[in-house]
């Protein structure tokens, strides 16, 4: 069968995922491997103190990334998609969209990049005696309690991006567990029952007198059937209106759940990392673990599982804009490079350097980093006098900032807690230049880190791969499905530590922490 009869099938799946600075959408076929994609890109706003994107922008940033996998299909196979076998959407975690009884937007969505909820998180924490990070969207409801915003009078429920969109494709509140579980704490497939009377408790006495059950978007589990795509859902999505309603649409889910399934990292001692605007790391437990730790967030798997995540708000967005400036400079020159040039020569060239960087140390916090409590971000760089400040120097230093803060993270799981990982798998930007990236992060962390031929396709991805786990799942467990049906035989690459570079990045991460007294003070 060719790969147009199975558009014209529907033995298509199609998964969208709105990231921080790009909306992609993937189309698989029955064999899951990508037939098209489509993407627009998008950039947060800091607007009034808050990270955002308006509803503009969601609408407008959706509908063009569909739009640009329609016309790819067309033009790669002659004809434009009318439906799918199933589709789902992904979203970045966390954040707070709230709204009222008639679907009214209150405020301007607040996104997980925002630390503005410290005293919200902290008294959650306390009260649960379970780390309740600011970005998760019961720490904003609480913010807003406490601040006596004048929205939250009229809120009726509250929402993640994911599950907004897929509201507004299949009129069902509801998201998937692993999404669930950056909303609220979660237990099996549901919110945690002993988290949720203390909580209400609290919030009722500061004014807010709601049942939680009744606010939060219910929760399913991956490969759960049920919402469909509307008449309506299919006009939002497709303006053209070649889109036809009726396709069964998964469960929505977070970036964290598509960047486990995309990376086969849903059983227990497996984990990955995923490394673009912010970088976190999802590692399967096997045990609860013993403490409370505000670097460490406790979520779960797309099917349930309990996850140790650390998450970092920064990754690559300082690293681009020293690339960036290096381009700059060589148009300037009149020597213009290929953007996919300038990065693997820079990266390939930071091979080069010092594995300590030659006494250069960086810091990429465009904004507030919770895991070194880092209120506003304010990136910088320093060196000792005595040290090499060249090129190869200067940019392994802002790569391995990059990483710095998620290596203070899982010190606490491997050391303090224990953790054991039998592999670890990194995909996203970061690791496009092959073997660079990758390689510090095994010296960092000590342990192999796999990259797959996949890794570029990311969360969409591992979207479209849920999608089609509710249909194609045969009974089979999510991990199941994916190890016999999607990973066998898939091509990857593993790098171990080095011990030259394991000794460097320990002395970078030395200079790092000594370092930190500067970038307090810099945010104030």
């Not at 969601?58 to 640009?68: R, V």
Request: with cysteine; net charge negative.
């Amino acid at each position: 069968m060719t790969v147009k009869d199975k558009i014209l099938q529907g033995r298509t799946y199609l998964g969208i995922e709105l990231g921080s600075t790009r909306i992609k959408a993937v189309l698989i076929d029955d064999s899951f491997s990508v037939i098209a994609s489509g993407s627009k890109q998008w950039e947060n706003r800091f607007e009034n103190g808050c990270w955002t994107y308006s509803l503009d922008d969601i609408h407008g940033g959706i509908q063009a990334c569909y739009k640009d996998l329609a016309e790819n299909v067309k033009a790669q196979y002659g004809i434009y998609p009318e439906t799918y076998g199933a589709m789902g959407i992904s979203a970045m975690m966390h954040g707070y969209m709230a709204f009222d009884k008639n679907d009214k937007f209150l405020v301007p969505f607040r996104t997980w990049r925002n630390t503005m909820t410290a005293q919200a998180a902290g008294e959650l924490t306390k009260l649960l005696g379970f780390n309740i990070p600011q970005r998760w969207s019961i720490a904003h409801l609480y913010q807003a309690v406490l601040n006596k915003e004048a929205h939250v009078p009229y809120i009726a429920y509250i929402n993640t991006l994911a599950g907004y969109v897929h509201k507004r494709l299949t009129d069902r509140f509801e998201v998937g567990v692993g999404e669930a579980s950056g909303i609220f704490p979660v237990e099996g497939i549901g919110y945690k029952k002993e988290y949720l009377e203390p909580t209400e408790k609290s919030l009722a006495e500061k004014g807010f007198d709601h049942k939680l059950k009744d606010i939060l978007p219910a929760v399913r589990n991956a490969g759960e059937k049920g919402a469909v795509l509307t008449e309506e859902g299919a006009k939002f999505l497709d303006p053209e209106g070649r889109l036809k309603a009726g396709v069964p649409v998964c469960p929505p889910e977070g970036d964290a759940g598509t960047g486990m399934v995309a990376t086969d990292s849903v059983l227990k001692k497996t984990g990955n990392i995923s490394a673009g605007t912010s970088i976190f790391a999802m590692l399967v437990l096997e045990k609860p673990l013993n403490g409370v730790y505000e670097e460490i967030d406790v979520v779960t798997t797309p099917d349930g599982s309990p996850v140790a995540m650390v998450h970092c708000n920064n990754c690559c967005s300082e690293l681009d804009a020293w690339v960036n400036m290096f381009g700059e400079f060589a148009k300037l020159t009149g020597n213009e490079i290929d953007k996919s040039r300038l990065y693997e020569t820079l990266y390939k060239n930071a091979m080069a350097a010092d594995s300590s960087c030659g006494g250069v140390t960086a810091y990429n916090c465009l904004s507030g980093e919770p895991v070194i409590k880092l209120d506003e971000g304010r990136p910088m760089y320093f060196r000792t006098p005595d040290g090499k400040f060249n090129l190869a120097n200067l940019f392994r230093a802002e790569i391995y900032s990059t990483m710095a803060a998620l290596k203070l993270g899982m010190d606490i799981l491997f050391e303090k807690e224990q953790v054991s990982v039998e592999k670890i798998t990194g995909h996203g930007g970061l690791f496009k230049t092959k073997g660079v990236a990758q390689q510090f992060l095994a010296d960092g962390l000590g342990c192999a880190v796999s990259v797959m031929k996949t890794a570029g396709e990311g969360g969409a991805w591992g979207m479209a791969l849920l999608a089609a786990y509710t249909v194609c799942g045969g009974g089979k467990s999510l991990s199941e499905f994916l190890d016999s049906e999607v990973f066998v035989g898939m091509e990857s690459t593993t790098l171990q530590p080095e011990k030259n570079g394991a000794e460097g990045f320990a002395g970078f991460m030395e200079n790092y922490k000594r370092g930190l007294a500067a970038q307090y003070a810099a945010a104030k």
